[in-house]
């Protein structure tokens, strides 16, 4: 129960600012290694939360396309936020609350794939 509530919550934070994704979908696979391997293996083969989940588990990183992603779409709901929100005060603290989550994932290493990098010759 507490992995699909966690990758319920985690699929609702992809359009909600203040939910992160990640937590909650790693927290999920986690229950579900423990629990149910048949959802651990599907979590894990989905196109959009199995690399995720892969490379955090193998390199505690994210590839820079989820970085880059993950950062516009906080900027994005984040701004959409702050312009409907009505009080200044609240405008202010989501504000607050965008910078010190982007300094936090900015942070993050990044992973590149050997693959996707030319060779030199």
């Not at 193998?58 to 516009?72: E, F, N, Y």
């Not at 906080?74 to 702050?82: E, G, L, Q, W």
């Amino acid at each position: 129960m507490i992995g699909g509530l966690s990758l319920c919550l985690g699929i609702i934070g992809i359009f909600l600012p203040v939910l992160p994704t990640t937590p909650f979908v790693l927290l999920a696979s986690a229950c579900f290694m423990r629990s149910s391997p048949r959802f651990h293996r599907w979590l894990s083969e989905h196109p959009t939360f199995g690399p995720i989940i892969s490379n955090w588990h193998q390199h505690r990183a994210v590839s820079k396309k989820v970085k880059l992603r993950g950062a516009l779409v906080m900027v994005a709901s984040f701004c959409f936020s702050i312009y409907i929100v009505p009080h200044d005060w609240l405008k202010i603290m989501l504000l607050v609350m965008l910078l010190a989550l982007l300094s936090w994932f900015i942070r993050l290493p990044v992973i590149e794939h050997l693959a996707d990098q030319e060779e030199n010759h």
